[in-house]
C-alpha cells in the first residue's frame, strides 16, 4: 500500500485566494483526520471523519475552513479566502475505526503571501 | 483526555539506550498511553501503546509505572534515525476521544 497520500505537497498562494488541499487515505481504512501544524500552535486536529461522515470538526479554526468526504477515498480540506496566517504544514491521517494507529501522509506545506 | 508532561529536550548517544520520560498524573483508568514520533518533515509515527503493563515492540519498550502516572519510552539502541520529536499522549479508547499531541521531547542522538 503506498500510504497517506497528499497533494500538493507545496502550495504557494496570495491572500485572498481558494485553496483546497487533497487526501487519499490508506485503502480499508474508514477514519480520516486534518490536522495542523505550526511552530507556534503544534499539531492541531482540525476535523476528522468516521465512515465519511464528519464526526468533530471543533477544530476548525473558522468559516473559511471546510472539509468533505465524498467518499471513502478521497477527502479535501479548502480554506476560502486565505490568509498570510493560514500558512502552515496541513497534515491527513487515517486509521481504522477511530484505532490507536494512526498512519500518517507526508503533509502539504501551505504558504499564503 | 488526561494532560501530559514532557522534558522539550534531550540528548543521547549513538547505540546508548535513550528513556524518553512522560507525567500523565491525571490519567484516569480508561486512559491509554500512546507515543509517537515525527522526524524532520514528515508526518508522526506509531511507535507504541499500552494501559498499564509494560510493552514491547520492534522499535521501543514502554514502561508504566504501578500507579500509571508516568512513564518511559526506551529506544534500546538509538541510532541517528532515531532524532525526532517524540510525543506522549493520553487517550481514552472510547468513541470521539481522538489523538491530541503536545508539543512532545525533542530527541538528538549524538555521534
Known amino acids: 500500500d503506498a500510504g497517506v497520500i497528499q497533494s500538493p505537497r507545496h502550495e504557494v498562494t496570495e491572500m485572498g485566494q481558494e485553496v483546497t488541499l487533497r487526501c487519499k487515505p490508506i485503502?480499508?481504512?474508514?477514519?480520516l483526520f486534518w490536522y495542523r501544524q505550526t511552530m507556534m500552535r503544534g499539531l492541531e486536529l482540525l476535523i476528522y471523519?468516521?465512515?465519511?461522515?464528519?464526526?468533530?470538526d471543533s477544530g476548525m479554526p473558522e468559516d473559511r475552513f471546510s472539509a468533505k468526504m465524498p467518499n471513502a477515498s478521497f477527502s479535501t480540506l479548502k480554506i476560502q479566502p486565505s490568509e498570510p496566517r493560514d500558512s502552515a504544514v496541513y497534515f491527513c491521517?487515517?486509521?481504522?475505526?477511530?484505532?490507536?494507529?494512526?498512519?500518517f501522509g507526508s503533509g502539504t506545506q501551505l504558504s499564503v503571501l | 483526555d488526561a494532560k501530559t508532561t514532557q522534558p522539550p529536550s534531550m540528548d543521547c548517544a549513538e547505540g546508548r539506550a535513550a528513556n524518553l520520560p512522560c507525567n500523565h498524573s491525571?490519567?484516569?483508568?480508561?486512559?491509554?498511553v500512546y507515543w509517537y514520533r515525527q522526524i524532520h518533515s514528515q508526518g508522526p509515527q506509531y511507535i507504541i501503546h499500552?494501559?498499564?503493563n509494560n510493552e514491547t515492540n520492534e522499535m521501543a519498550s514502554l514502561i508504566i509505572t504501578e500507579d500509571r502516572k508516568s512513564s518511559t519510552l526506551i529506544l534500546p539502541h538509538a541510532t541517528l534515525r532515531d532524532t525526532a520529536v517524540y510525543y506522549c499522549?493520553?487517550?481514552?479508547?472510547?468513541?470521539?476521544?481522538?489523538?491530541?499531541f503536545g508539543t512532545g521531547t525533542s530527541l538528538t542522538v549524538i555521534p
Open positions: 485503502s480499508g481504512h474508514n477514519s
Open positions: 491521517a487515517s486509521s481504522f475505526n477511530l484505532g490507536e494507529k494512526l498512519f
Open positions: 471523519f468516521n465512515n465519511n461522515v464528519p464526526i468533530d
Open positions: 491525571t490519567i484516569s483508568g480508561n486512559e491509554y
Open positions: 499500552g494501559l498499564k
Open positions: 499522549i493520553v487517550r481514552s479508547r472510547n468513541t470521539g476521544n481522538q489523538f491530541y
